[in-house]
């Protein structure tokens, strides 16, 4: 009884303490948020209807292959969505419909996978 009461107040305590690094690490404040790839594109390929595009506050000498479409959500509703063109790394391995950070404060921030689990 006392075991199973205990893992009742530790195994809460434990959980949410390992989903706040992940949060504290991108932090909203910090102008971090979560986004789903919508495509993979290059560096000349035309975007319609984003919000910000990121290659043109790299400017023309950025050395990335890759771009990705990010969808976030915007006043904490769902359906209410930005799009923005990220860079992504050489080394960053990203697929359509992949979970990423993105900073919506500056381009020159590297996204990262969300890692869920």
Known sequence: MKTSALLVVVLPVVVSACSTIEEDKYSFRQGWRQAQVRAIVQK??????????????????????NYAVASYSVGGRQSLRLRRVVAVPKEMDLKVREWIYVNVTDCKKSIHKVEFG
Do not use: I, N
């Open 44 to 65: 000349a390929t035309v975007v319609p209807y984003v919000d910000k595009d990121c290659r043109l506050d790299l400017g023309p000498d950025a050395t990335f292959l």
